[in-house]
């Protein structure tokens, strides 16, 4: 079962930040996840937090969440928006092909790419997204963090760059 076009009345479309205005949400969204992680070594209430904090900040999060590895493939975790699918094979997917490749996955048009394949619709508002892999202290795949917007090209370099940093400092420690 996947979401319906209609958004929930919690949800919001997506709104596009310009590149000066990205950069110092994500800065502040740094500040505040290093502040308020302080201490902490349970990974799933940073997964949580890391969530709240910069779909709070960046208004163009529409869904934001953590695949978990387990079993051999990809399952669902902590995540805010609407339902996400429940499990994704390593390989499919935007999802599937970060954990495949262990590499971040830019993707700024979801619709051009070959549905159930390259791309899982689980809601079909979402447009655009980042996948970044997260690995603990020893390189080993433990999720991927999605983000997808409603908006075509809400992604880039800049997103990549932070993501990667934040969930670094957070999970491969
Ligand atoms: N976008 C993902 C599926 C997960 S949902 O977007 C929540 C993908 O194609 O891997």
Known sequence: MSASAEMPYFIKPSVNLKQEEKKEAYEN?????KAVLDGETDPILKMVTINCILKTKLPYYYWVGFYLVRDGKLSVGPYQGTLGCLHIEFGTGVCG???????TQLVADVHVLAQGKDHIACDPNSSSEIVVPVFDKNKDLIAVFDVDSTLINSFDEVDQQYLETILAEQFEV
């Open 29 to 33: 969204a740094a500040l505040e996840i």
């Open 97 to 103: 092909r970060a954990a495949a490749e262990g590499k």
